[in-house]
């Protein structure tokens, strides 16, 4: 099959390579699905670009979506021919997306509704579970208001969609030039991050009270917003991520009287109960066509590198999809 992969931690022009491999077999509760397409996520770059490999050769990305082509022993063989999207493909294994075929277990390769097509199956294992994820750790959020940091990122344009779908308000920030894919997804008020007090603004869009939540692409930067008032009493910050790998201050005055909650987590490592409920929502919503999907932009396997340096230059509006077959 053919297949791109790295074998050293790198620049994507100076690691990345197509060529042939070696079709997986499945082996017993184990699929294999032929992919149309690959998604490439912030988090596919971060590990080519010096994570830590789990094996000597790495076939990146963990999002994708195609069809069942063969299955392994305990696996009913009605799978055959179904369509399907999947999470973690490259999580914790060395065998990702980036190539016409994937073996993975059964669970992790979900049906995908009809009327949802391979480009935006590629985007559900992370946008979009983040999303849901994020949006759920909030409770009822019917009338409250909720800010999303990078409302027009990946993650951010899911959140704001199903947060709005569940009642909230929500304020998003973005700079000038993606405010206007920002309010695609349906923010109530946009913030230009790079010329705008972002707690000054949260506080008089909400007459001083701060937000009742917060969804945030980088702990870095809004964890420095608490102490301004950013959050209402009693608020929580629910982090996905962070621009910076290593400590982050937090402010325990601001927390402390502020009863405030932070929580963070990571999708790769959701439980199994946390990832059947958000699967369950998430397959409820692609058959009632409520999501809109965001593709930013498509290119083929063989311009990977390309690919890797679109995620990495951060200015394409919507997800980054390798079109497999």
């Not at 909720?146 to 709005?164: D, E, M, P, S």
């Not at 290119?299 to 077959?325: D, F, P, Q, S």
């Amino acid at each position: 099959m053919k297949a791109a992969w790295y074998e050293k931690n790198g620049a994507a022009r100076d690691v990345l390579v197509v060529g042939e491999m070696q079709t997986p077999e499945p082996g017993a509760g184990e699929v294999r699905v032929k992919l149309a397409t690959s998604g490439v996520n912030p988090s596919d770059v971060k590990s080519r670009r010096g994570r830590p490999m789990v094996g000597p050769r790495i076939v990146p990305h963990s999002d994708g979506a195609g069809v069942v082509d063969k299955v392994g022993s305990g696996v009913p063989e009605n799978r055959l021919g179904e369509r399907v999207w999947i999470w973690n493909g490259q999580w914790k294994r060395a065998n990702g997306t980036a190539a016409e075929h994937i073996v993975l277990p059964s669970a992790q390769a979900v049906a995908l509704p009809d009327g949802t097509d391979f480009d935006a199956g590629a985007c559900l294992g992370i946008p979009a579970l983040t999303a849901l994820h994020a949006v759920g750790l909030h409770g009822d959020i019917a009338g409250k208001t909720l800010l999303v940091t990078g409302a027009a990122a990946a993650v951010g344009h899911y959140a704001v969609q199903i947060a709005k779908l569940r009642g909230a308000r929500v304020i998003g920030t973005a700079s000038r030039d993606r405010q206007a894919h920002a309010r695609d997804a349906g923010v109530d008020e946009v913030i230009d991050y790079r010329n705008e007090d972002v707690a000054e603004r949260v506080r008089t869009l909400t007459g001083d009270k701060g937000a009742d939540g917060v969804i945030d692409i980088d702990l870095s930067t809004t964890a420095t917003l608490l102490p301004k008032g950013l959050l209402a009493p009693h608020g929580k910050l629910v982090c996905y991520g962070s621009n910076v790998a290593g400590d982050i201050p937090i402010s325990f005055p601001a927390m402390l009287w502020g009863s405030l909650t932070l929580q963070v987590f990571v999708v790769y490592e959701l439980l199994a109960n946390e990832r059947e409920v958000a699967v369950a929502e998430l397959t409820r919503l692609l058959k009632a066509g409520a999501l809109k999907h965001s593709i930013g932009a498509r290119y083929g396997l063989g311009e990977i590198v390309a690919a890797h340096k679109a995620v990495e230059g951060g200015r394409v509006n919507g997800n980054v999809v390798l079109t497999i077959a």
